[in-house]
């Protein structure tokens, strides 16, 4: 069974920080790219950022780029998404995905994943 869970999700004061974890089972995030999405209520899923298979480049949605940093450990199975500077309208319940047929640069297409975690909530407020 293949797995992904998300985890570091919670409430956060504007201009926080918060680092969300996705750790997989079942299968190795070596050869995978890695998505972050998210998804207020109400509004369509997004892409976030997504790193390649060889971590040697990433992507960012431009509403979070310069304060969001996606990065993989291999040796923990795990990727993470670091979020500083954070904002009300960052809030919503983020997802990690896994693509298994990307090569080279990623992208923050959804259609472009095959697996899904079940999202952990980021709200933040003051």
């Known amino acids: 069974q293949l797995q992904l869970v998300e985890s570091g999700g919670g409430l956060v004061q504007p201009g926080g920080s918060l680092r969300l974890s996705c750790a997989a089972s079942g299968f190795t995030l070596d050869y995978y790219a890695i998505g972050w999405f998210r998804q207020a209520p109400g509004k369509e899923r997004e892409g976030v950022s997504c790193?390649?298979?060889?971590?040697?480049?990433?992507n960012y949605a431009d509403s979070v780029k310069g304060r969001f940093t996606i990065s993989r450990d291999n040796a923990k199975n795990t990727v993470y998404l670091q979020m500083n500077s954070l904002k009300p309208e960052d809030t919503a319940v983020y997802y990690c995905?896994?693509?298994?047929?990307?090569?080279?640069?990623?992208?923050?297409?959804?259609?472009?994943?095959?697996?899904w975690g079940q999202g952990t909530q980021v709200t933040v407020s003051s």
């Open positions: 995905a896994a693509a298994g047929q990307l090569i080279g640069r990623c992208v923050l297409s959804k259609n472009s994943y095959d697996y």
């Open positions: 790193i390649s298979r060889s971590s040697s480049s990433t």
